[in-house]
């Protein structure tokens, strides 16, 4: 059985900052690639960031220059620093990630619940 969880949300105030923490427990061999996305109230769900196997990065345009990715594999966790943040970035922000849950096992993709960032003053 693999858990992923997130956490990290809250309130912040605009030009704020705050790390979500995507972190998977259980039956964990390895991590690999990690995404995040986010739904506002009343809009679809949109792809935020992603960090693949390799370590390469990738950032919504909306998001590019504020938030970074990153992923720390002894802790399986992926991380979401975000800065700067904007009264538009007040969502549910929720993870996915690949993970290998034996040796040479096949990667599957587990989600978390989400949790909530509220950009307010």
């Known amino acids: 059985q693999v858990q992923l969880v997130e956490s990290g949300g809250g309130l912040v105030q605009p030009g704020g900052s705050l790390r979500l923490s995507c972190a998977a427990s259980?039956?964990?061999?390895?991590?690999?690639?990690g995404t995040w996305y986010r739904q506002a109230p009343g809009k679809q769900r949109e792809w935020v960031a992603s960090i693949v196997s390799g370590g390469a990065t990738n950032y919504a345009e909306s998001v590019k220059g504020r938030f970074a990715i990153s992923r720390d594999t002894a802790k399986n966790t992926v991380y979401l620093q975000m800065s700067g943040l904007k009264v538009e970035d007040t969502a549910v922000y929720s993870c996915s990630v690949d993970i290998r849950k034996s040796v040479g096992g096949r990667k599957q993709t587990y989600w978390g619940q989400g949790t909530q960032v509220t950009v307010s003053s």
């Open positions: 259980g039956s964990v061999f390895s991590i690999n690639a």
